[in-house]
């Protein structure tokens, strides 16, 4: 199985700052990478697909870069509707896998 | 407007086996492409990818629960359903089901179901 990730496990931060999340893969998974938001109790909700690929409504202050084995997502002004858990998952091979999640919280 | 709801029991005893629907609106399921995924969380973990099935009824399971998963779908129905067997307490958590399409990923999700294993 691929192993996903992520760095910081918690990430203290403030509104307007510009955060970075970073998400490693143990093997190749080329660009099919996935974002998702998860605040509490609540599901998880897509942000960036294909590394890079916002869907339609998610803020543009969200980007995705990555290719291979290394990933980031960037917040670049936080919001207060943004602190919230981020899990990246790689859907390059069966099984698909999650990274541990990333908690962002309110300095 | 495509939705996912999970439902199924919300305790478990140990030993026994869980059954939950997944019932879905907005998309179907016998369209090519389409997929539904199902996906747990133990309460403060991680988010565990379990099991997929698509429109032509190819299935896929996580490596670690394959001999304890099974996914069906009934497309006349709207409905994808996960049995798990032989549950112990450490499968306690939410289990969603979401709608999968391989060039974006899991795009819609339900909202949950809360499982808990105890005797």
Redesign the interface.
């Given at each position: 199985?691929i192993q996903m990730t992520q760095s910081p496990s918690t990430l203290s931060a403030s509104v307007g700052d510009r955060i970075t999340i970073t998400c490693r893969a143990s093997h190749n998974i080329t660009t099919w990478l996935?974002w998702?938001q998860q605040k509490p109790g609540?599901?998880?909700?897509?942000v960036v697909?294909?590394a890079s690929?916002l869907?339609s409504g998610v803020p543009s202050r969200f980007s995705g870069s990555g290719s291979g084995t290394d990933f980031t997502l960037i917040i670049s002004s936080l919001q207060p509707d943004d602190f919230a858990t981020y899990?990246c998952?790689q859907?390059n091979n069966?099984?698909?896998?999650?990274?541990?999640?990333t908690k962002l919280e309110i300095k | 407007q495509v939705t996912l709801r999970e439902s199924g029991p919300a305790l478990v005893k140990p030993t026994q086996t869980l059954t939950l629907t997944c019932t879905f609106s907005g998309f179907s399921l016998s369209r090519s492409g389409m997929c539904v995924?199902w996906?747990r969380q133990p309460p403060g973990k991680?988010?565990?990818?379990l099991a997929?099935i698509d429109w032509d009824d190819d299935k896929?399971?996580?490596?670690s629960l394959k001999t304890r998963l099974t996914i069906s779908k009934d497309t006349s129905k709207n409905q994808v359903v996960l049995t798990m067997t032989n549950m112990d307490p450490v499968d306690t958590g939410t289990y969603?089901c979401?709608r999968?399409i391989?060039?974006?990923?899991?795009?819609y999700?339900?909202?949950?179901a809360l499982v808990t294993v105890s005797s």
């Amino acid at each position: 199985d691929i192993q996903m990730t992520q760095s910081p496990s918690t990430l203290s931060a403030s509104v307007g700052d510009r955060i970075t999340i970073t998400c490693r893969a143990s093997h190749n998974i080329t660009t099919w990478l996935a974002w998702y938001q998860q605040k509490p109790g609540k599901a998880p909700k897509l942000v960036v697909s294909k590394a890079s690929n916002l869907p339609s409504g998610v803020p543009s202050r969200f980007s995705g870069s990555g290719s291979g084995t290394d990933f980031t997502l960037i917040i670049s002004s936080l919001q207060p509707d943004d602190f919230a858990t981020y899990h990246c998952q790689q859907y390059n091979n069966y099984p698909y896998t999650f990274g541990q999640g990333t908690k962002l919280e309110i300095k | 407007q495509v939705t996912l709801r999970e439902s199924g029991p919300a305790l478990v005893k140990p030993t026994q086996t869980l059954t939950l629907t997944c019932t879905f609106s907005g998309f179907s399921l016998s369209r090519s492409g389409m997929c539904v995924s199902w996906i747990r969380q133990p309460p403060g973990k991680a988010l565990e990818w379990l099991a997929r099935i698509d429109w032509d009824d190819d299935k896929y399971y996580s490596t670690s629960l394959k001999t304890r998963l099974t996914i069906s779908k009934d497309t006349s129905k709207n409905q994808v359903v996960l049995t798990m067997t032989n549950m112990d307490p450490v499968d306690t958590g939410t289990y969603f089901c979401a709608r999968y399409i391989g060039t974006v990923g899991l795009d819609y999700w339900g909202q949950g179901a809360l499982v808990t294993v105890s005797s």
